[in-house]
């Protein structure tokens, strides 16, 4: 038995998994107490692993880790929530793989972050249980940027610096934040921005989920946003996510929104 010292506590999300070695697998994990770590969960493939069910992606988990010579090893592992909600509805699965391959793509393994583990944790629950999915993942995006320092500018001209008024804007990923009519024109790669979309965004960014749950997401400005956000988010990963193209494959079958 390892020793003591070397065995310690975690409430972790499952991120995702891969095959490792003959029956083993290799698991990401974003946990409360370290923020995101990797770990080795021996013998889970075999038929008969008490563990497997409770190491799916997007369950949330308390672990008893053992240090291994390179990564930690999962001794145990009992679920706490399964959100069993997103594996019966495609789309809320797409969502929820939306949300995780965010956060994966913004974070490294650098230690505690307890304010993204409660958004990740609070963002799946609200994948599960709520009527719109849409709104759930609009509101996360906005967070999730605040959190990882790429907070967009939306009450003033990122080049004039003067006030935005209450007019069709354009927004610049390079610059991060809005441009006014006349610096927005003539600005390499700036894109047109409605007001309706600025308007939501604004409310997005200062408000509490039970706040800006009092705004309806109309489906035009939805449609508006999820294109400028992936925008904005290739440009700060330079390159591409690859759930966007799994949720657009869903709903051109006719998966609910």
């Known amino acids: 038995m390892p020793s003591r010292e070397r065995v310690s506590r975690a409430e972790a999300i499952v991120l995702r998994h891969m095959d490792w070695g003959e029956a083993d697998r290799l698991l990401w994990l974003f946990t409360r107490e370290t923020g995101k770590i990797r770990a080795i969960a021996k013998g889970v493939r075999k038929p008969r692993s008490r563990k497997s069910g409770h190491l799916e992606p997007f369950t949330r988990v308390s672990l008893l880790l053992a ?32 949300v995780v391959e965010l956060l994966d793509r913004f974070t490294y393994e650098e230690g505690e972050n307890i304010v993204l583990f409660r958004l990740l944790a609070d963002t799946l629950e609200r994948l599960s249980s709520e009527p ?58 700036a894109r047109s921005i409605s007001v309706s979309a600025v308007r939501f965004l604004r409310h997005m960014q200062r408000s509490s989920y039970a706040e800006a749950a009092r ?26 996510l690859n759930t966007p193209a799994f949720l657009s494959l869903i709903d051109k079958k006719g998966g609910v929104r």
């Open 215 to 240: 705004m309806p997401l109309m489906e035009v400005v939805d449609q508006e946003l999820e294109h400028l956000m992936q925008h904005y988010f290739t440009f700060l990963l330079e390159r591409g």
């Open 132 to 189: 719109d999915p849409a709104f759930v993942m609009r509101y996360y995006e906005m967070r999730l940027l605040d959190l990882v320092g790429f907070r967009p500018q939306l009450f003033q001209c990122v080049k004039c610096e003067n006030p935005i008024k209450p007019e069709d804007q354009f927004f610049s990923a390079s610059q991060g934040g809005l441009l006014c009519p006349k610096c927005g024109e003539r600005f390499p790669g």
């Open 67 to 98: 240090q291994g010579r390179d990564l930690p090893i999962i001794t145990q592992a009992e679920m706490i929530e399964s959100h069993l909600p997103l594996r019966e509805n495609l789309r809320r699965m797409g969502c929820a793989a939306y």
